[in-house]
């Protein structure tokens, strides 16, 4: 089983960005802990960053052809992109919404999220710790 994982917009400046949010770890201290994760689930992952909303319907069509699941944390878009969130009605692949910081005690804006409702479940809050538990949710299947 493969696992498309999506990191949206500006999460290619984890480490600088924000750390008392984000935290200190960069985007490729993260993909480690996906890749070395997956590896003890058992499961290949394929890990894609997108600054922009069109690679990442493109990224999740794409998925269509050859993944089981996609983990996805859709950055700001996850709060107002129907885009994405038709993208993964369309291709009815199970997906994990996952942020970094908990959007729920941030300002309003993050509190809602178009995509959860197109998503199996969503996690939040838990820093590069909610990535693998999305993974372990995407691999349970
Ligand atoms: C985020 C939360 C979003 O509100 C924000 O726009 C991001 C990162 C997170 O991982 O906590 O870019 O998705």
Same mark, same amino acid.
């Given at each position: 089983?493969?696992?498309?994982?999506?990191?949206?917009?500006?999460?290619?400046?984890?480490?600088?960005?924000? /750390? +008392?949010? !984000? %935290?200190?770890?960069?985007? @490729?201290?993260? *993909?480690?802990?996906?890749?070395?994760?997956?590896?003890?689930?058992?499961?290949?992952?394929?890990?894609?960053?997108?600054?922009?909303?069109?690679?990442?319907?493109?990224?999740?069509?794409?998925?269509?052809?050859?993944?089981?699941?996609?983990?996805?944390? /859709? +950055?700001? !878009? %996850?709060?107002?992109?129907? @885009?994405?969130? *038709?993208?993964?009605?369309?291709?009815?692949?199970?997906?994990?919404?996952?942020?970094?910081?908990?959007?729920?005690?941030?300002?309003?804006?993050?509190?809602?999220?178009?995509?959860?409702?197109?998503?199996?479940?969503?996690?939040?809050?838990?820093?590069?710790?909610?990535?693998?538990?999305?993974?372990?949710? @995407?691999?349970?299947?």
């Amino acid at each position: 089983m493969r696992v498309l994982v999506i990191h949206g917009p500006n999460l290619n400046l984890l480490g600088e960005r924000e /750390p +008392g949010v !984000y %935290g200190t770890q960069t985007l @490729a201290q993260i *993909d480690e802990l996906i890749e070395r994760t997956a590896s003890s689930l058992g499961i290949e992952v394929r890990i894609q960053q997108h600054n922009d909303e069109g690679g990442i319907v493109d990224a999740i069509h794409a998925a269509r052809k050859d993944c089981g699941a996609i983990v996805i944390n /859709p +950055g700001a !878009y %996850g709060h107002y992109s129907y @885009a994405i969130a *038709d993208a993964i009605a369309a291709v009815a692949i199970r997906a994990i919404e996952v942020h970094l910081s908990n959007v729920y005690s941030r300002e309003a804006f993050r509190r809602e999220s178009v995509v959860a409702p197109v998503c199996a479940g969503s996690i939040a809050g838990f820093g590069p710790l909610s990535y693998v538990l999305a993974l372990h949710a @995407a691999a349970a299947r």
